[in-house]
């Protein structure tokens, strides 16, 4: 959903310091309703806005049957510093990206993540179409409109993957066609939509072991000026693509003691229309808790979520899917691979994502 986070403590470590960091933020230009989308267009960067972010999650599959979650998200943030200063190195933009790999036989995410100042060739995020990358690392839309196939690349000390990702259907606009609300005040929003149920085929390089694999993923683009309204402490989001073909996105956001401020979201049954989901739709309540040995935080990864009055179950493949990423967005946050079951029945896999657990979210 609604990525991330702790943008402002990035700027020191970008070369943001003395009379810089007093500058006056600039006026970030708000999301309003109707605007409207064009594709592939949109599927680029908006730098006048505040942040931005290209999300990927999926599930992959490796020739023996071995099953394992992945992430790779982009990030691109307006910093505010040095809008008036001509040098090409001056911080106005930042790239961040995180990477991780949730394998049940390690029983803990693996993860890595990057930092850079916007600066050809060394990061960047295209306005075009999708292309953003920090380094190697790299989210690219290979092909035009409508229908896609994008490219993931991303790799640490534990893992790498090269992923080829593609869309089977045109990107789904969430909210009211795209405008996405995420509290009371109609401000706080984001223009945003989701690609899901991509065919996934590529490599990934475990511990120094190459092996194919296949799967299916989940692609978000959301840009925005203001998401988290006064009182918010994080948001619990998730999407699913369901095994009838459809696709659920649903999230809440939390107040201090734990209690929704805004719900919504958006579901796709197998064969049928997209149907947007208003706050009295989506009740999502904790189940059961895991708490982190290294945070200390406390996170539910076990829910009960009720959607229009059908009753499902959220359950992790495994509990230790804590991502500390405070070298580059400054929080630590729980994103991990989830099945969605409806009775006993599993009726879909996709990521569950919990912010504002070991901390309330600064964004």
Same mark, same amino acid.
């Given at each position: 959903?609604?990525?991330?986070?702790?943008?402002?403590?990035?700027?020191?470590?970008?070369?943001?310091?003395?009379?810089?960091?007093?500058?006056?933020?600039?006026?970030?230009?708000?999301?309003?309703?109707?605007?409207?989308?064009?594709?592939?267009?949109?599927?680029?960067?908006?730098?006048?806005?505040?942040?931005?972010?290209?999300?990927?999650?999926?599930?992959?599959?490796?020739?023996?049957?071995?099953?394992?979650?992945?992430?790779?998200?982009?990030?691109?943030?307006?910093?505010?510093? %040095?809008?008036?200063?001509?040098?090409?190195?001056?911080?106005?933009?930042?790239?961040?990206?995180?990477?991780?790999?949730?394998?049940?036989?390690? %029983?803990?995410?693996?993860? #890595?993540?990057?930092?850079?100042?916007?600066?050809?060739?060394?990061?960047?995020?295209?306005?075009?179409?999708?292309?953003?990358?920090?380094?190697?690392?790299?989210?690219?839309?290979?092909?035009?409109?409508?229908? %896609?196939?994008?490219?993931?690349?991303?790799?640490?000390?534990?893992?790498?993957?090269?992923?080829?990702?593609?869309? #089977?259907?045109?990107?789904?606009?969430?909210?009211?066609?795209?405008?996405?609300?995420?509290?009371?005040?109609?401000?706080?929003?984001?223009?945003?939509?989701?690609?899901?149920?991509?065919?996934?085929?590529?490599?990934?390089?475990?511990?120094?072991?190459?092996?194919?694999?296949?799967?299916?993923?989940?692609?978000?683009?959301?840009?925005?000026?203001?998401?988290?309204?006064?009182?918010?402490?994080?948001?619990?989001?998730? #999407?699913?693509?369901?095994?009838?073909?459809?696709?659920?996105?649903?999230?809440?956001?939390?107040?201090?003691?734990?209690?929704?401020?805004?719900? %919504?979201?958006?579901?796709?049954?197998?064969?049928?229309?997209?149907?947007?989901?208003?706050?009295?739709?989506?009740?999502?309540?904790?189940?059961?808790?895991?708490?982190?040995?290294?945070?200390?935080?406390?996170?539910?990864?076990?829910?009960?979520?009720?959607?229009?009055?059908?009753?499902?179950?959220?359950?992790?493949?495994?509990?230790?899917?804590?991502?500390?990423?405070?070298?580059?967005?400054?929080?630590?946050?729980?994103?991990?691979?989830?099945?969605?079951?409806?009775?006993?029945?599993?009726?879909?896999?996709?990521?569950?994502?919990?912010?504002?657990?070991?901390?309330?979210?600064?964004?």
């Amino acid at each position: 959903m609604m990525k991330h986070l702790g943008w402002l403590l990035v700027l020191l470590a970008c070369g943001a310091g003395g009379a810089a960091a007093v500058e006056p933020l600039p006026v970030f230009p708000s999301v309003v309703a109707g605007r409207g989308m064009t594709f592939p267009a949109d599927t680029g960067a908006h730098p006048d806005y505040r942040t931005e972010w290209w999300y990927v999650t999926g599930w992959l599959k490796d020739d023996q049957g071995g099953e394992r979650g992945f992430q790779v998200t982009f990030f691109r943030v307006r910093s505010g510093i %040095g809008e008036g200063n001509a040098s090409r190195f001056a911080p106005r933009q930042i790239m961040l990206a995180h990477a991780a790999l949730a394998d049940p036989a390690t %029983g803990r995410l693996l993860h #890595g993540e990057r930092t850079e100042r916007a600066m050809a060739p060394l990061a960047g995020a295209a306005q075009d179409r999708t292309r953003a990358w920090v380094g190697d690392w790299s989210l690219a839309l290979e092909d035009g409109a409508g229908h %896609g196939r994008y490219r993931a690349q991303a790799s640490s000390e534990n893992f790498a993957f090269d992923l080829s990702l593609v869309a #089977g259907a045109a990107p789904l606009l969430n909210g009211r066609a795209g405008y996405s609300q995420k509290a009371p005040d109609p401000l706080n929003a984001s223009y945003y939509y989701s690609r899901p149920q991509l065919a996934v085929d590529g490599t990934l390089t475990l511990h120094g072991e190459a092996r194919k694999v296949r799967g299916h993923a989940w692609l978000d683009h959301e840009w925005s000026s203001a998401i988290m309204p006064d009182g918010a402490r994080g948001w619990d989001w998730i #999407g699913i693509n369901l095994h009838d073909g459809g696709s659920l996105m649903a999230f809440r956001m939390r107040d201090a003691q734990g209690a929704a401020l805004w719900s %919504g979201g958006t579901l796709r049954e197998g064969g049928g229309d997209a149907r947007r989901l208003e706050p009295g739709q989506v009740v999502m309540q904790p189940l059961r808790h895991w708490r982190s040995p290294r945070s200390g935080a406390e996170y539910p990864v076990g829910w009960k979520v009720d959607i229009d009055g059908r009753q499902f179950e959220l359950r992790p493949l495994m509990d230790d899917q804590e991502l500390d990423s405070r070298r580059s967005t400054g929080a630590i946050y729980w994103e991990g691979a989830v099945r969605l079951f409806e009775g006993e029945r599993e009726i879909g896999q996709g990521y569950l994502e919990m912010t504002g657990y070991a901390g309330r979210l600064r964004m």
